[in-house]
């Protein structure tokens, strides 16, 4: 059974960093294929893809976040780090993090998201 | 980056009615469009994977067609627990994107 769970902060103030980690069992990151992903979703607005980091640390980004973000991975924790610098208000969202499926990339399996709150 | 653009934005039905959602990429993606619903204050389930293919647990009144650029989601007979968002994306070529949903309410 796979399960995925973000943990961090729930408010950060303008111009700081923002830390997330997803915390995962039922799979390893290790295994060929094997890849993890975060998306947001703004308040009542659409899915936005961030970042993807596979089993070999190859990462993926967002062109429009790329500079602000970092994803990496403890594969011996289960886990999935994302950073993003410099948050705005802009940035309040809820984070997810999901499992990628290996044979389609698409995302079968989703932690239940934390809202973080951007405000001073 | 590819562009999703589902319609309608929302879309009122009954309880039994038929109802079908249409999502359209910028440029081809051959089958790499998924389809995902949402309820409020949950995370986003996958129905739809590679266009057509049933995810597993979901049910069979849940379909997907299309290839290239124009796809579509329909649900054959609309159960209570049919109402909320459904998002369309594309997973052929990073960025992944999202279209903006189409939330289906009850009339």
């Known amino acids: 059974q796979i399960t995925l769970k973000e943990s961090g902060p729930t408010l950060v103030k303008p111009t700081q960093t923002l830390t997330l980690t997803c915390t995962f069992s039922g799979f390893s990151l290790s295994t060929s294929g094997v890849a993890v992903g975060w998306i947001r979703q703004p308040p009542g607005k659409a899915l936005e893809w961030l970042a993807l980091i596979y089993w070999d640390d190859d990462q993926r980004y967002s062109p429009s976040l790329k500079t602000r973000l970092t994803i990496t991975k403890d594969t011996s924790k289960n886990q999935v780090v994302l950073t993003m610098t410099n948050m705005d208000p802009m940035d309040t969202a809820t984070y997810y993090c999901?499992?990628?499926?290996?044979?389609?990339?698409?995302?079968?399996?989703w932690g239940q998201g934390p809202l973080v709150t951007v405000s001073s | 980056d590819i562009q999703m653009t589902q319609s309608p934005s929302s879309v009122s039905a009954s309880v039994g009615d038929r109802v079908t959602i249409t999502c359209r990429a910028s440029?081809?993606?051959?089958?790499?469009l998924g389809w995902y619903q949402q309820k409020p204050g949950k995370a986003p389930k996958l129905l739809i994977y590679a266009a057509s293919s049933l995810q597993s647990g979901v049910p069979s009144r849940f379909s997907g067609s299309g290839s290239g650029t124009d796809f579509t989601l329909t649900i054959s007979s609309l159960q209570p627990e049919d109402f909320a968002t459904y998002y369309c994306q594309q997973a052929n070529s990073f960025p992944y994107t999202f279209g903006q949903g189409t939330k289906l309410e009850i009339k």
């Open positions: 999901a499992h990628r499926n290996s044979s389609w990339a698409f995302f079968d399996y």
């Open positions: 440029q081809g993606i051959s089958s790499w």
